[in-house]
Each structure stands twice: as C-alpha cells, then as structure tokens.
C-alpha cells in the first residue's frame, strides 16, 4: 500500500468502499449559508411567533437555522442538527416539531412557536416555565428550550396529562444531564398551574 | 443547626433564562464583523502530517487565512499526551489537523475541500490488549503508554501472557504501577468466600448537550473568548497559558455550558476554544467557531475502558478480607486518566477491604480521547463489584444488605491505599436510610419472581466519590446601597453551585437572598479563583471560601462599628442588615452606612491593603480592579486535612423479560451522605441527573469503533444510546442523611458523581439477582448479553474487548 496518502484520495476510497463516515458539508449547506451561482433565492414571509417576518431563505435551509441565524431567535439550540436531541424543537402548528428537521421552506403557511413566544405580553411565564422554575428543572439548560416546548404541546393537547403521558410526549427530547424526573415534576406543576 | 439559608431551596438566578432561552452559550453570541471558522480533521487514525498545499484555498475569495500547528506550536509539539490545539500527529479519527476562517461556513468548508493534505498513515489499533501483545500496533508515536516525567514507552507483553489475560487468568506481566496495603495473601486464606473473575468496563462518551463551540476577538490588546466550561476561573486560568496571552488580557466569558461531566473542567481537555482565539488574532477579525455533533464526539472525551482481572475474598461472617485488581485502562487517543488506580482506592473505601492491591498499566488506543468523566474509576468498579458481593452473601448465608452493612465505612474510619481517615462518614444511616425508604425486607420477598416472561429482580448499590478541596480565594463587596455581591469563579453546568455556594456568604452576614448578587459569568466580573468544578468538590471547597470571606467582611463591620460607635468588636453582632450592638440593638449602622464608612477609610477595607497573602494570582488580579471600589471581604482558604467522602446508596426493582433481554426499572430509591444539605433541589438533580448516568453506564452506552478503517461509528446520540425518558424510571425516590461534616463550615461536602455508581451497581446486582445470581462481569449488559445467557449460548464470561460491540 502506498503509505502517501491524501485526504481526498483517502476520502474518495472510503466513499468507494461504502464505509463513508457521516459529513459536515451538508449540515452547512442547510445553514443558508450556500448560493450557487445563478440560483434565485427566495424572500419568503413565515409566521414566527405571531408575527409576519419577512425573511431571505436559501431552499436548502432548514427552519432551526433561520431561526437562530437570520432571525436571532437563539433560544432554539442545536444539540446534533441531526434529528435526535430534540433541543432544537419548536411548535409548528401547536405541534412539537424538531426545527433542524423541516425546511423553511415548507413553513409558509404554518404557524411557528419558539421559546421565545411563550411570555405574556405582561411579561408573566408561560405555565411550563413557571413549574420548570418551580421544580428547578432544568440543569445545564441546553435542553431547556426543546423541553419547553414539547410540554407546551402536550398540555394543549392534554391540560391534565398522567406522569406517564408526560414522559412519551418527552420522550423525544433527550436531556444528558439526566434531569428527565425534574422535567417530568415541572410539567405536573404545570398542568396544576394551568 | 438552624440555618437562613443552607438546607433551603431557592431560584437560583440563571434559572429563568434557561426556560425563556435568553441564557447565552457561546454558540448565540455575535459580534460586528465575525468571520466563521472550519476545521480540518485527520480522516484516518493514526498518520503524520508530510504536507499540507493550501494556496488554492487561500486565494479564494471571502477566506481570510488558516491556522495550522506550525502556526499554534513555533517550536514544535509537545512529546506528550493530551489535546492540542492543533497537531501534524494525529493520533484518531476526528482531531482536528488545520482551521480555515471565511466569511460563512460554507466558503470555508469549500475552502477545506480544495486544501491537500498529504498524510503519512501510520498502524493504529482500537484495543489496548491488541497494542500490549508483542509486535502490536502502537496508538502514540513513541510507544503505547506515558509515564509521568519519562515520556513514551513501551509496554509489550508476550503472546503467551496475552492469551491467559484474554482466556481469564491473572495477568503474569509486570505492571506498570503497583501499590497495595495489608497481608493480601492472609486475607485470601482467611476467606471463606474466593470470586476470581476477569472483567470489562465501556469506554464511551460525555456527549454534553452543547457542542463546543467558541467565538473570539481581540480588543486594546485583550482576548474576548466565549467559550464553554463546566470552570469558570479555573479553566481560565489555564486558557491563558494554552493561548499564550497574560492572565490579566484575557476575558473569558461563560455565563452558561451546556453540560460538563468531567471534560469541560480545565483548560486542557478544551484547548479546541484556543482555535477561534488564535485565528482571530491572525486576521484581526471576529472568529466563530461552531462545532458539530461530530466534533463534538471526536475531541470531547470519552471515559476509560477497563479489561481488568479481580479477585475478592470474603470471611465467614462476610467481611471483605482481600481485593485484588488488575486493570488494563484505555487511554485512547490522547492520553487518559487514572480511573484504575481510583477504582481500586473506591473498592477500599466504600467495602473497608482488610488488604488490597492495585496493578495496571494504561495502554493507549486511536480512539476518543480519555479524560474524567463523572465518577471515573469509582463508578465504573461499583457496577463490577455489586453482583460480586451478592454473590459472597449468597454463598455465606447473609443478606444483601446487611453484607453492606458490616463492610461499611463510617466516621472513624480509614479508607483507599494511603489510609486516610475521612472527615466524617455516615454511610451506614445511609444503608439504613435507603432500605427502610425501599422496604427492603418487603422488597427482597419479591427476588426472582416469576409472572410469565418476566423476572423480579432486586438490587442494592453503593457510590463514592472524594467530594472536597481547600486551598482556594473567596471575594465578596458592597456598596452604600447595602446589598452584598457575591464574587464567584464557579462555573456554571446546571448543578447551581455557583450560586448555591454563594450563599454561605450570605448565611455569615444573615442576608435576604433578594438582597444578593452573585457576580459571575464572565471573568472581567473580577472572580477569584477557585478548583475546577470537577471531582463533585464545589459545594465543599467554595462554601469554605464564600464563609471565609463573609466572616472577614463581618469581622470589619464590627471594627468599624466599634471605632465609629464604641465599645469593642466583640461587643456587635449582625441583624436585618445592619451591624449593632448586642447589648442594644438600637446603636448601630445599617450594611449601607458601614460599607459607606468602609469606603471612606480605604486601607484593608476596600481590598488596598493587609490582604491575605497567599492569593492566588488570579485573585490578586480580581482584587487590584476592584480595590477602592467597595467594601471589600476577601479570604484564602487553608488547606483541610482527611478525606470528605460524597456517598449514595441506590436500591431498586426491576422486571427481566426472558424472552426479549428487556428490563425495566419498576421502582429505585437513592439516598446521599453528602454532610448537610446545601441547596435540596439541587441535590435532588445530582441524584436523579447521576441515575441516568448509572442506567446508561449499566445498560446501554458503549463506543463503537470500524476496525477495519478506525472510524467511529457512535458519533451521535443515537448510536451512542444516550438513555432517554423511556430507559429511565418514571420516578427516581431521592432522600439525604444531612449530618454536618467538621471540615466544612455550613457541613457540607459534594456529590455530582456517586449515585450514578451506586444506581449502576444496584442495577447491575438486580439483573444478576433476576438472572438467579449470573455475573456478568461487564457493563453495559445488554439486552443480547441477556437473551445469550438465558438461551445457554453464551460463554461463562464477557469476553475481554474495547471500543466494539463486546467492549
């Protein structure tokens, strides 16, 4: 074997050997980031958090990254921007919806929540924030947002959800500090709360 | 002890911006003119860098420049283990090789792609017993393992002496480091009980939730670096030596990190955040650095595995009479840790073994890179050692607790090879705590029940961990307005020490909480130092410093009182925010009229002079910008003595399913001796957040490795099996012992790490009770593990493996 080897060359054999390690490339395509020469792109209108914004979407963009990148909604975290964590989750149409996932494209006539909607024009918590701060749920927080936003979904689905019901309706939504039994105590607090 | 504070729960201050989402990670910072930042990582896992040809990438348009370890490291790499920032020896699949800045990710990735790379490839090898056998690939260039102040060697067994490991026998080889205390071979032929067992541990990874991304700039010559960190100034402090910027230029700011566990706590294990810093100061712009998953994986750590031998013995009455272990540890990639030697040190202490003996050696691997992570050694020995001690009490006619129970460590005792006695220990309330919050003469009825497919299984485990350091600075000030600021260097990971701690200040000068703020979250805060939080340590060592400083401030108040109002110190105490005379309350001032006062007399009151002279440097920094500016209470922390012990006990239920290998957790219990309990909710998060840990240690989270190419093929959470609300129990039961500890002055001591040993073990101990007492002598033990024992295919024990689906 010739011990000369490059990255592309190394690459290309790993790729012919169909042993292709996961890549980046798309992960930063899908930021918005990518204009081929002589695409068009899009000024589109989305409804985020009860208000029209007009917003300038490459067709590759996923909705996590418009949000964070073009519209400065940080509290969406991307934990993998690969569809297993669930920090990134947000309601598209009441429904908990893993924002890494869909294009923003797709989004045009949906109605989005984030994180940051959730307050009362009065400034008072949502329920689910206020029994998140109650049974200090939350740890590192990273996950916090996505938790949020998958209780919010349930209890408008189900104001009065068992322990049990919670935690499926969780399940997507991973927490590595393993502070899942304190989310699950802040969303019963929550349901109290109404 | 009636306490303002201590024991009491509170809102801690960040709390609410993690479920409004307007906290900051370093990821949601911007800054004018931020460029972005691309990383180059070695394809393959062991090779040198011959070339690399980067002119067409740099000639494209919207790249700024590039950033390679001839640039970090002018004189050449260090000849040693650990992260670099960058390297031309790359020793696994992901480290990063070179760093392009652009104007977005995509130009740069683009300008990554047209960059060559010549590398020189290099034998690698994935299992460290593979590298130990003679003529085996070496992961390091220089050898297979590092000895402290020597540098790379060599550690080569015969083929011989390799086959008997792996076939279960005794290691014959020398080791690299031996130590032991007691007559091993007496206690052996005093046991009535002999366990002899070759045995594996998982080597896998933290997957914090937060990648570890950085942004920097440099501004009049100072480095703003947002970064992330589980430390806030003791990863600082060493991020300016890896950098190479003075300690008094650099401003780290990290007001949260999205998680930790052992590999976030120095500067060392992130030196990844140096990338952003260093670009930014080649082109003069703004540098964002984003990480992915992926990245995430590669440089963000991972636990050593274990292919270990042990053997126990056990007297009649069941005493633990001898511990005996051999460990070959995983050091990966870049160097590991010493959670060999510690899980050994744990089996010391937490069965107060008669006589023990430690050898191994830590060979490296190309894989992830080694470092701490939550409870490293201790906890990966408790799930081993468990089923073995029930093992014993069957064999001698003892109940599994009570086996636990006349084997316990207590206050008085001694504990790990150099016999140290502990601070205070009450680990047997804490049995005795757990059993009668389980019911367990109830419970243990229920042991290997059958209803249909499904199995009842029990199980009992105990955790350790060291939980306390001493040595460091405490800081607080105020102002005329009289609310006291809390000047703290904890991190900040989600165990809320940061403020928790805090408020042992608070407690001296008997301050409202809503009459505190804790100063944190970026270093021109002016933090004094304190031990990287790490080693569940924090509530010990900076409860001492915040009381130590409180008392200081409240020592002046008197002072002051006293010159100002008469009489002598001793004559005041404090009350309602104000400092007055004991005898009558009515002669005194208000905490804003004596910082007032403080202010206008300058000197050792406000931090200009008479100050400890022990600061650390760091905190001579912090005290100089803030002197003159407020009343000022600043302390250095003496060195304790002993050892404060972080103990838990876990018991839980579960049900086996025969047909499928599946368990579920019906019911656990785990209780903490951490000394008095600081901060309730707290705990109760370190106690559930470390179960899921111990479930995923026990059941499910391994590294898996391609051992044809050396690719990682567990880079995501998935592959990773990262436990989740359905692998956990629906409700974790928690309680605490809450006796003082004489070392601590509110009694307190640490405790982020036991439990998930203490869960690992009691789980592990229930399915070898639902498996009518089968050892497995492995972790995780996995749903296939099970459905092989139950149809007879498997062999008596895990064979010994790393980085694989055995491993």
Known sequence: MNPKLTRRRFIKGVIASGAAATTTTMWYAANGQDRPAGFVERLIRINVNGQERSVDVAPQETLASTLRYKLGLTGTKLGCNRGECGACTVLVDDTPTYACSVLTHSMKFARIETVEGLEAPNGDLHAVQQGFIEQLSPQCGYCTPGQVMSAVGLLRANPNPTREEARQALAGNICRCGSYDSYLDGVMRAAEIG | ?807
């Not at chain 2, 990554?112 to 003529?135: K, Q």
């Open chain 2, 1 to 807: 002890m009636a306490y303002m504070h201590i024991g009491k729960d509170f809102v801690p201050p960040d709390v609410a911006g993690k479920v409004t989402g307007r906290i900051k990670y370093s990821e949601d910072y911007t800054r004018e003119g931020m460029v972005y930042a691309r990383l180059l990582t070695s394809p393959i896992p062991h090779a040198k860098v011959v070339s690399i040809d980067a002119s067409e990438a740099l000639a494209m348009e919207g790249v700024f420049g590039i950033l390679t370890a001839d640039d970090v490291y002018p004189d050449g790499e260090a000849n040693s283990t650990g992260l670099k920032i960058l390297t031309n020896e790359p020793t696994l699949v992901g480290e990063p090789i070179l760093a392009v800045a652009a104007v977005d990710e995509k130009t740069a990735e683009t300008a990554i792609a047209a960059i060559t790379v010549t590398f020189e490839r290099l034998p690698f090898v994935l299992d460290p017993v593979d590298s130990l056998e003679e003529g085996g690939p070496d992961a390091y260039n220089g050898g297979n393992t590092f000895v402290f102040r020597e540098g790379f060697a060599q550690e080569k067994w015969t083929s011989d002496q390799v086959a008997s490991f792996r076939a279960g026998n005794e290691p014959t080889a020398e080791p690299a480091a031996e130590l032991s205390y007691g007559d091993l071979e007496a206690g052996f032929a005093n046991s009535a009980f002999v366990y002899e067992t070759p045995f594996t541990t998982a080597g896998y990874p933290h997957m914090s939730m937060e990648p570890r991304s950085a942004m920097a700039y440099w501004e009049d010559g100072k480095l703003y670096l947002h970064g992330t960190s589980q430390s806030l100034t003791a990863l600082a402090d060493g991020m300016a030596g890896i950098v190479g910027v003075p300690k008094e230029d650099l401003v780290f700011i990290n007001a949260a990190t999205g998680g930790g566990f052992g590999q976030r706590s120095r500067a060392g294990s992130i030196p990844s955040m140096a990338i952003p810093a260093k670009l930014s100061q080649k082109i003069n712009r703004p540098v964002m650095m984003r990480c992915t998953r992926e990245e995430e994986f590669t440089i963000g750590g991972a636990r050593q595995g274990f292919q270990g031998w042990i053997k126990l013995g056990f007297k009649q009455d069941g005493t633990m009479a001898a511990a005996d272990l051999w460990i070959v540890s995983d050091n990966g990639g870049k160097g590991g840790g010493g959670d060999a030697f510690s899980a050994t040190n744990a089996i010391s202490i937490v069965y107060q073994a008669e006589a023990v003996r430690f050898r191994g050696v830590s060979i490296g691997s190309n894989t992830a890179h080694r470092g701490a992570q939550r409870g490293p050694g201790e906890n990966q020995i408790a799930a081993i050692v468990s089923p073995i001690l029930d093992k014993a009490a069957e064999e001698l006619g003892i109940d599994r607790l009570e086996i636990r129970k006349l084997n316990t460590p207590q206050t008085g005792d001694v504990g790990g090879i150099n016999r140290q006695p502990f601070t205070s220990a009450y680990m047997p309330e804490a049995l005795e705590q757990a059993a009668t919050a389980f019911n367990w003469e109830e419970r243990i009825t229920r042991s290997r029940q059958r209803n249909g497919t499904k199995v009842t299984g029990i199980g009992i485990g105990q955790g350790y961990h060291n939980a306390g350091r001493s040595g460091m600075d405490g800081i607080i000030m105020m102002g005329p307005d009289g609310r006291l600021r809390v000047h703290n260097g904890v991190g900040n990971l989600g165990t809320y020490s940061y403020a928790s701690t805090s408020r042992a200040a608070a407690e001296v000068l008997k301050m409202p909480w809503d009459r505190c703020d804790v100063i944190t979250g970026r270093t021109d805060n002016h933090l004094p130092i304190t031990s990287p939080q790490d080693g569940s340590n924090s509530i010990f060592t900076n409860t001492r410093t915040c009381f130590g400083a409180a008392q200081d401030m409240l020592a002046k108040m008197k002072e002051i009182a006293a010159a100002d109002l008469g009489g002598d110190s001793a004559d005041y105490d404090v009350s309602n925010e104000r400092v007055h005379q004991i005898a009558d309350d009515t002669v005194g001032m208000t905490f804003g009229e004596v910082a007032q006062r403080a202010m206008e007399l300058g000197g050792k009151y406000t931090g200009e002079a008479e100050l400890p002279e022990e600061l650390a440097e760091w905190t001579q920094i912090s005290v100089s910008r803030l002197a003159g500016s407020g009343f000022m209470g600043v302390y250095h922390d003496p060195r304790h003595s002993n050892n404060p012990p972080g103990f838990t006990v876990t018991c839980t239920e579960i049900e086996l399913d025969t047909e499928t290998g599946k368990i579920e957790i019906l019911d656990m219990v785990s209780i903490a001796e951490c000394g008095t309990v600081v901060h309730p909710q707290g705990l109760k998060n370190q106690l559930v957040g470390g179960g899921v840990w111990g479930i995923g240690m026990s059941v499910l989270e391994r590294h898996l490795y391609d051992p044809q190419n050396g690719l990682p093929a567990s880079t995501g959470y998935w592959q990773s099996k990262i436990p989740t609300y359905l692998d956990t129990p629906l409700k974790i039961d928690t309680g605490w012992v809450d006796l003082p500890d004489p070392e601590n002055p509110v009694g307190a001591r640490g405790i982020g790490e036991p439990s998930m040993g203490s869960v690992s073990a009691a789980l592990n101990a229930a399915i070898s009770d639902a498996l009518d007492g089968h050892v497995f002598n492995a972790t995780p033990v996995t749903t296939d593990m099970i459905v092989n024992h139950i149809a007879g295919i498997s062999e008596e024990w895990v064979p010994l493996a790393q980085n694989n689906f055995r491993g």
